[in-house]
């Protein structure tokens, strides 16, 4: 058995940047076992698979880290529709995915893509020691869903923190994010850094999933519905959200980096 398989730079200004994923279209799905064989062998932040709804002009979507089944994954999202429009013909303006986390929709805009996600307001949370250990620096807040997010006095604080991966996992939350407003005058209204050890990433290059909470987040801390985010990795990722009610437009582009072919034993 021979499955395609691409390797998508998202949310990336140009190539080697942004967040790398896999993504493996399917004509119908595998065992649990040999996807979560694909995504360890590919050893990427995330291996999107997706397969045709029957009956429907629809796709059901799936994301695993090296080591888990995760419910929402932004980029890897992004890399699953850049493969469907631009290398497998798809023609239409709008692809429609099942998943975890319900109905994902996603646009051609441009150059970009725009992902239409569900939108996490967090509640606060009490800041503790662990979070001061696990950033090296004291949060002024702490608010949580699916993820933490600690939120530093500013953009430089995040760029220069160097976290305690261990005491990051004590954390015990999917993500963890830190994050700033950008400097005054600067090209960007928020920067963060997202902390995944459980998903086998130590530091996450572009998480788009995160600015499902980021998003209603910042938009009510500073009064404005679009927000210019920077995501301050290495390989570093920009991305343009958009707070729309219950639910958070995400754009970005992508970029190709390879083509090739897996091959599976036929009992697989």
């Known amino acids: 058995m021979r499955l395609p398989l691409y390797q998508i730079d998202a949310f990336a200004d ?12 399917l004509e119908s799905w595998l065992p649990d076992a040999t996807l979560l064989a694909i995504a360890a062998e590919n050893n990427l932040p995330e291996t999107a698979f997706f397969a045709p709804l029957p009956g429907d002009d629809g796709f059901h979507l799936r994301w695993f ?9 932004g980029h890897a999202t992004l890399a699953a ?10 023609a239409g303006p709008r692809l429609r995915f099942t998943s975890q986390s ?19 307001p967090p509640r606060r949370v009490e800041v503790t020691p662990l979070m001061e250990r696990a950033f090296g620096a004291r949060p002024l807040e702490a608010w949580a869903a699916r993820d933490l997010l600690c939120v530093f006095p500013d953009e430089d604080v995040v760029r220069a923190m160097r976290p305690d991966p261990a005491a990051i996992r004590g954390l015990d939350h ?17 920067v963060s850094r997202v902390f995944c050890p459980e998903a086998g990433m130590p530091e996450d290059p572009v998480t788009g999933s ?9 938009a009510a801390r500073l009064g404005k519905s679009e927000l210019r985010c920077r995501q301050a990795s290495a390989r570093g990722g920009r991305l343009l959200c958009r707070l729309d009610g219950d639910r958070v437009r995400i754009a970005g582009r992508a970029w190709l980096f390879l083509r090739g072919e897996i091959e599976l034993e036929t009992s697989a």
């Not at 140009?14 to 279209?25: L, W």
Request: hydrophobic letters at 45%; glycine letters at 10%; charged letters at 15%.
């Open 174 to 190: 999917v993500c963890v994010i830190a994050s700033a407003r950008g400097r005054a005058g600067g090209e960007f209204d928020i």
């Open 210 to 218: 995160a600015h499902s909470l980021l998003t209603p987040f910042w």
């Open 81 to 90: 529709a850049w493969t469907l429009f631009h290398e497998l013909g798809f």
């Open 102 to 120: 319900g109905p994902l929709f996603v646009e051609r805009e441009g150059d970009s893509i725009v992902l239409d996600f569900p939108s996490w």
């Open 65 to 73: 880290t090296p080591t888990f089944e995760i419910d929402l994954c």
């Open 14 to 25: 140009a190539p080697f940047t942004g967040n790398p994923a896999a993504v493996v279209p």
